[in-house]
């Protein structure tokens, strides 16, 4: 599974070396989805004239509410773990873990950064190197929705029970006009490997990054609706449907509850890793080549621009998040069978036809 | 049913192809939400470098910052008296009456002074049921009972604790409550 270095190295160098990479995506998602918490408050605040969430502080010392992170995760884990009595224990505990399980592996296919030379071979900055890492992740993101209706049935809540369907609907139907979405540019690239995809890009025309944003940008607006309807989160929240519908989670507490919020937080930076590295060029910085930057240096400029795009996706993310409204059931899944899968299939179509047209 | 009814034709707004695939909006949407933010980005930092300008939020931080309620507010009710510091209330219930809550409980005794006739021997306001509508001043003929302005926090430990008695309706007894700060919503301008 591992890419293997040229020259020979022991076994245990790549075994350790790709044990601290996943370790290091792993926390990076965990950090992230923390901090989540503090900007979707924040920022949602802030957009509607509130000031958010500002009571937690040590000694007086505020800092701008980033202390309800450290208050929340307290909160959460003293608070009483309770299984419903109707329910079916072992599933109710499973359900959450394996929900965030899924959404925590798919981090680790993210290519956050290009191969270094250094020491004489070569590291893939690439937690788990795969030619498929398409698959790989979209694969895991579906195994999400097992959480989902196994929460759901196992709370032994009809409300419970019927948000679980909602969720497999939904995520079902979105999961196809994903796979239709990612084969345009996947057939331009000719990869399945993300690494390779982000690679693809480097290239530019006359100065214009050849980015999949500027070559399939119909592409990129349908992923990015596909896939935030894929991490349940407002406009596509019906799964959760935190106040009017009651959602699949309605039974869980303490830290299981916050398992579910934090894999549709993670879900969101699988979503914004992804879109960063299949439409927004992954690691490359246009014009990167001028800074004279090489080795670890560029490797190292490589992740934060890898990084600093996701971020950018999670924004528009959480911001797309604050300004719509939600969508009706069947309006949801008009979307996702008449609308998006139809046009992805029209876009992929249109770019096989142009690739053998220019190639 | 009535010939001279007619219905009145609303015309709903169309809804156009452009909103219909509903990306333009979503952008509208985007550009609006966005525009919020930077701008109250900006004003938050503004005020936090300390060159002032407006709040980048509309928050009243409550138990920091005192509540803002409108000049003209009327809030706690006071019995007024006569010169001598008996009560002026005469017991006529009307404000009983009017009370659209039913929060006013009165008690009627012979007034020792014959040109009164009679008086509240118990006079109950439940402020914890009271809607603040200010009919008991209006109702009043005896100009006995007002209400105070600003006078908002009034808080008990229990329901029992909202019910005010004629001492403290009078302020003869007081019940701590805190006066806010008063603000003419119409701006200083108009006032
Ligand atoms: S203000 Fe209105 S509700 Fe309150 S006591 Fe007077 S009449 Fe009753
Ligand atoms: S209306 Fe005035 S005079 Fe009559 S009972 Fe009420 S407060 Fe007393």
Redesign the pocket.
Known sequence: MMACCETACPLWVDAAFSAVKIALAMGFGLQTAAFLTWVERKQSAVLQDRIGANRASIFGFKFLGLFHILSDAIKMMTKEDFAPPQGLKPWHTLAPIISMCAALMCLSALPFGASVELFGRSWNLTPIPLEYGVIYVLALLSVGVHGVVMAGWASGSNYALLGGLRGAAQMISYEVAMLAIVAGPLYLYGTLDLAQAAAWQARTWHGLPLWGIVLQPLAFILFLTAGAAETKRAPFDLPEGEAEIVGYFVEYSGMKFAMFLNTDFLESIVLAGMTTTLFLGGWHLPGQSHLGLSGPLLAALGVVVFVTKLMGVLWLLMQIRWTLPRFRFDQLLDLGWKNILPLALVNLLVTAWAVHLFS | MNAKHTVAKVRRPEVRFQEQIYLIEVWKGLVITTRHLLVNLYRHLSVALGRGGPAGSVTTQYPDDPQVTAKRSRTRHRLLKREDGTPR????????TVCPAKCIY?QAEESPDVMVEKR?KTFKIDLGMCVFCGY?VE????D??RMDTQFIAFPGMTRKDLIWDMPELMGDVKKDPKPVKAVDPLGPAAS
């Open positions: 209330c005469v017991a006529c219930m009307l404000c009983e009165i509240a008991c109702a009043c003929p005896e006995a009972i």
